[in-house]
């Protein structure tokens, strides 16, 4: 009954940016941690960044630190995160997530969306 749908996906060049949107709908409620995860083919799917409600809790993965950046509106019941100077090993498909905490591994995550493809060109 709680939908999160994914957008901003795309083809960008190496060190091009994207800002990814996710806007949850349906039964939403207050109090719940927001992150993005991504899954490369072939590879397991990791965490990418999380933020807590109120903003106070931000995780990013080492990889990605210094370069995304993982904001919410909760007005709007969404989270976004831009993507700047992206490099080839960032391409996979970036799903959004919702969970009682800031998680970061996927079995804390109790709701997903259905991924947006990010493909980085070289």
């Keep these: 009954q709680l939908q999160l749908v994914e957008s901003g996906g795309g083809l960008v060049q190496v060190g091009g940016s994207l800002r990814l949107s996710c806007a949850a709908s349906g039964r939403t409620f207050s109090n719940y941690a927001m992150a993005w995860f991504r899954q490369a083919p072939g590879k397991e ?4 960044a999380t933020i807590s409600w109120l903003g106070r809790t931000i995780y990013y993965s080492d990889s990605v630190k ?3 950046a993982i904001s919410r509106d909760n007005a709007k019941n969404s989270v976004y995160l831009q993507m700047n100077s992206l490099k ?8 959004c997530a919702i969970s009682p905490v800031v998680a970061t591994t996927t079995s804390r995550v109790n709701y997903w969306g259905q991924g947006t493809q990010v493909t980085v060109s070289s």
């Design 88 to 95: 080839p090993e960032d391409t996979a498909v970036y799903y």
């Design 66 to 68: 210094g370069r995304f």
């Design 45 to 48: 799917r990791e965490v990418v």
